[in-house]
């Protein structure tokens, strides 16, 4: 792999940028096309979704938290067969989303660069750091197309958290939608996290303009527990939570873990809380399942309240806002109006394959990627490694 020089893929005006992103959750992997210069959105372009087989899922569920060292080559066995096997269902998710350019003479060329996240393994940035594994170099070489990738290793080495890493893009669709007073993007997947918004300032990097952090544990431990128990990869509409009743005293001292009392920004590990289940073990599987998704929508409420002013809306993206008893929840518990992220026009389920693709960019660019409000870094990082077909890795 090999640093490049921004100028092999930059150039001024907007760019077709192809984005792909694999959750937490484990569930496929996503791409979507966004239209940016890397500070204002266009336009969005086509998006495609590959889920993960069973066995793909199983693979990957045993490499989580495999790892001795932040680099592929010192975490073992299970973790270099995830690197490896990784390149073919990214390959055909992004090939989908804009054509394979193997068979359609003039499909992909409009495509400038590729933003490629990944998988995450593990992420201990105050300890062993984050792994997020995938080739983006033979990504680049399989399509032809440069490929910025390993977005949050050098906000790690630079003291920040890594993650999340989709604020700056959530402040340009702010922009976007045009909208002139604060807001939050709640995104649930296997982690959830929080990203404020305030519209009022001109860039994402301004102090104030953004403040993003993981709110805990979201759909990764009900899908844990769904699958042991039902054999189900998720709690589908809630319909398992929708007839249970909540164990407030589980609730209670899951409330009373060390990390909601840890002032924003921080960050999550998919694995960090997954004790959680052992503070249902006893319980019914709707039981469980219902005291599972009211922890998830009391820590959402919790980080709420760092927020430092009231907000207009929630938008609620990830596979959580297809809940509707976590949904439910939330409107409960909130002091403001909270929607899926369908209800301005944007797509809950592509928008952080689209963030990927708005963030490589502006590495591209050389514009900051990161900065104190979202991850805690020190000052400002445009992260990611940016490799060129025809180069050697």
Not at 13 to 37: C, I, N, Y
Request: hydrophobic residues 40%.
């Amino acid at each position: 792999m090999s640093r490049t020089q921004n100028r092999a893929i930059a150039k001024s005006g907007v760019v077709r940028a192809l984005g792909t992103m694999s959750g937490t959750s484990l569930d496929g992997v996503d791409a979507a096309v966004v239209e940016t210069d890397g500070v204002v959105i266009a336009g969005f372009g086509p998006s495609r979704y590959r889920a993960y087989e069973p066995v793909d899922r199983a693979l990957l569920a045993s490499a989580l938290g495999q790892w001795d060292g932040p680099q592929v080559a010192a975490a073992g066995e299970t973790v270099t067969r995830v690197h490896q096997y990784l390149l073919a269902p990214f390959l055909e998710a992004l090939r989908a989303a804009d054509g394979d350019p193997e068979t359609q003479e003039d499909a992909g060329k409009a495509v400038e660069v590729i933003g490629f996240h990944g998988q995450t393994l593990a992420h201990a940035p105050r300890q062993q750091g984050t792994l997020q594994v995938g080739d983006g170099a033979a990504l680049a070489q399989a399509l032809g197309t440069p490929v910025v990738w390993d977005f949050r290793s050098d906000d790690v080495r630079l003291g920040g958290e890594g993650a999340p890493l989709a604020p700056f893009f959530h402040f340009a669709c702010a922009k976007y939608l045009k909208r002139d007073k604060p807001l939050c993007f709640l995104n649930l997947g296997g982690v959830g996290n929080i990203t404020y918004v305030d519209p009022r300032f001109d860039a994402p990097e301004e102090p104030g303009a953004l403040l993003a952090f993981d709110t805990g544990p979201a759909n990764a431990p009900i899908n844990d527990l769904v699958q042991a128990r039902c054999g189900q990869a998720m709690d589908e509409g809630g319909r398992i939570a929708l007839g249970g009743e909540v164990e407030t005293g589980a609730l209670e001292l899951f409330l009373a873990e060390p990390y909601f009392a840890r002032m924003p920004p921080k960050s999550l590990d998919r694995n960090d809380f997954a004790e959680m289940i052992n503070l249902v073990s006893e319980l019914s599987d709707r039981d469980a399942t219902a005291t599972l998704t009211a922890m998830c929508a009391a820590a959402v409420a919790q980080g709420m309240d760092h927020c430092p002013e009231p907000l207009e809306v929630v938008l609620v993206t990830g596979g959580g806002r297809h809940n509707p008893v976590l949904m439910e929840m939330l409107r409960v518990s909130l002091d403001c109006p909270v929607a899926p992220i369908e209800s301005v026009g944007l797509d809950g389920d592509m928008l952080e394959a689209q963030a990927f693709a708005h963030l490589a960019v502006r590495v591209a660019r050389g514009l900051p990627t990161s900065c104190p409000g979202t991850t805690g870094v020190s000052a400002c990082v445009g992260g990611g490694v940016v490799s060129v077909p025809g180069q050697e890795g």
